[in-house]
């Protein structure tokens, strides 16, 4: 069983569908079912024979996502590939239901304690079947435009002052953090299972038709005509969805974790994504803050 987030769209869906053609059962964690539901109908007609399973979630509430864990593990299903792709961009501040910044919490803490619940499924069914667990995280190029000094954590959970693409920046430095310290706990471990990041390319996705300023890098305000060029240079979804793919499937990344890809292929990443300290310290003050959030 695989689980994607966020399949109800874009890169996610187009993940889904090739699994599922692949022979891959597939699990959908979503928030909008009816989004969800329409996608598995729309998969089965192309694969009728495919497996998918629907499961309501919300990655910016860890009582959903604690609630969905509890859920998908009561139905004693094997996990061998999580795929950590739902991604939020949001132009204003928003706040999710613990009082997070809401990009913060969606595109990281969500998948981090998301990847946290199902860990030792993953673990379980790499020993009882012989095959490798694979978790992927979907990061961004762009996780190289943030600064050590703005790095900081109780920051995004709660900035002063709010920029849409430097939050959405921070939230993709720190899944690749994350899947560089989850990949030195797993190896200390020596469980069969990896982690990876992957960089998608810049897609023809909602997140950005509905922020023009976000492909370039410039304001919100940037204009129609920098839009239309920048446009062209855009992948479609489909290949936009190959190197999740390649990273969740392909043979040739057997045994390889902590590694970030683009274009099918293994990329070097910022020297600040590469610094195991800033990596352990992140992992420690999200397990920390997590559990804080639970107990109460």
Known sequence: MKAITRATSGIGAETARVLAKRGVRIV????????????KEKILRESPRAEILVLEIDLSSFTSISRFCSEF????????????????????MEFSEEKMEM???TNYLGHYLLTELLLEKMIETAAETGVQGRIINVSSVIHSWVNKETFCFNKML????????????????????H???????????????????????????????AHKGFITGMTFASADS?????SKLLKTISQGASTTCYAALSPQVEGVSGKYFADCNERACSALANDEREARKLWKQTRVMIQRR???
């Open 28 to 39: 959908i964690p979503a928030r909008n079912l009816r989004k969800a539901e329409e996608v």
């Open 73 to 92: 593990l009561s139905l004693g299903l094997p996990l061998n590939i999580l795929i950590n792709n739902a991604g939020v961009f949001s132009q204003k």
């Open 103 to 105: 990009t913060f919490a």
């Open 158 to 177: 709660s900035p002063k002052i709010y920029n849409g693409t430097r939050a959405y920046a921070q939230s993709k430095l720190a899944n690749i953090l």
């Open 179 to 209: 899947a560089k310290e989850m990949a030195r706990q797993l190896k200390a471990r020596n469980a069969r299972v990896t982690i990876n990041a992957v960089h998608p390319g810049i897609v023809k996705t909602g997140i950005v038709r």
């Open 226 to 230: 920098l839009y239309f060029i920048a």
């Open 294 to 296: 639970l107990g109460q």
